[in-house]
């Protein structure tokens, strides 16, 4: 046609004109008549295709989900990410990969202010370093009732001296000490012949300021409560084969046990550090350094 006619007497177009005569754009007329009139819609790709083997060989961790992995990410490869909302919607298009959904219903039960600290073991728990040497270790967990504010302490074992070094530790991360603090079966701290904790632990939490408390496992008390430290425990994961050494463990617990914190609790619909800057001002203050370092030091009870 014309266009044939053009290209035989190697004449150009006007494209204004022609965009006059069909009231189009001159833009829209040179691609119509260069026949580029219905271009193909290019595949979307998306930031996130960068790191599609990352998240392929995370998901495949037992235990992992969407969060645990997207926060791994967000934190130590590429902060800059987007939000989690974008992750998700890519990783529920992707088919390629797949996560096991773990969901538990909970059982609730409100404590007050400062009142009540519970504490736990979780574990063994077995990492390897990028260098494949295995490291065996527990998580000394406590969450404040009312908050829901979270420690989570590293410990090689899980002794006396263990658990009172690791609530010396979350009271000091805390700033304070609550009236009581409760815990399930934990055979270093209670006597069960007696159905009592042992001499040394009434010793130690004399000398603290609160007052020890047992309750049954999977008592509401303690169900109600376990929600953020499964999560944790779902972000630790992916750093297996990841970290230099012992230390650098310790350091990613640190800063996941924060991140935790910023997280909004399902019950409380808060995240645990905005209710925590209101709990804190109802606990006890801390023993005196005399005491806490006189522990620290030996772990061995001071007699009052």
């Not at 053009?6 to 004449?11: A, G």
């Not at 750093?239 to 650098?248: G, H, L, M």
Request: aromatic share 12%; glycine share 4%; charged share 30%.
């Amino acid at each position: 046609g014309a266009k044939t006619c053009l290209e035989t007497l190697e004449m150009k177009p006007n494209y204004s004109e022609l965009g006059r005569i069909y009231g189009i754009d001159r833009r829209t007329a040179k691609k119509k008549y260069n026949g580029m009139e219905k271009k193909m819609q290019r595949e979307k790709h998306s930031y996130l295709d960068q790191y599609i083997d990352i998240i392929k060989e995370k998901c495949n961790i037992p235990g992992t989900t969407k969060k645990s992995v997207y926060k791994y990410i967000q934190m130590n490869i590429d902060n800059k990410i987007g939000t989690y909302s974008n992750f998700n919607k890519y990783i529920n298009k992707n088919d390629e990969i797949i996560f096991v959904k773990n969901k538990t219903a909970h059982v609730l039960f409100e404590t007050d202010y400062g009142y009540q600290l519970q504490f736990d073991w979780k574990g063994p728990i077995t990492l390897y370093t990028k260098h494949k040497d295995i490291i065996e270790f527990y998580i000394f967990s406590t969450t404040l009732g009312a908050s829901r504010f979270h420690t989570f302490i590293y410990s090689k074992f899980m002794t006396l001296e263990s658990v009172e070094r690791c609530l010396i530790e979350s009271f000091q991360i805390i700033g304070g000490v609550p009236k009581e603090c409760l815990t399930d079966n934990m055979s270093s701290i209670i006597n069960y012949s007696q159905h009592d904790f042992t001499s040394d632990f009434k010793t130690f939490s004399k000398d603290m300021g609160f007052t020890p408390k047992h309750c049954k496992v999977l008592s509401p008390e303690t169900k109600g409560k376990d929600e953020s430290c499964n999560r944790f425990m779902n972000w630790l994961l992916p750093y297996n084969y990841e970290f230099e050494n012992e230390s650098e463990l310790i350091e990613i617990i640190k800063r996941l046990n924060k991140e935790i914190n910023k997280e909004v609790n399902q019950t409380t619909n808060m995240p645990p550090v905005v209710l925590f800057e209101k709990e804190k001002e109802y606990l006890q203050p801390l023993p005196k350094e005399t005491i806490i370092d006189q522990y620290l030091d030996s772990l061995i009870p001071v007699k009052v």
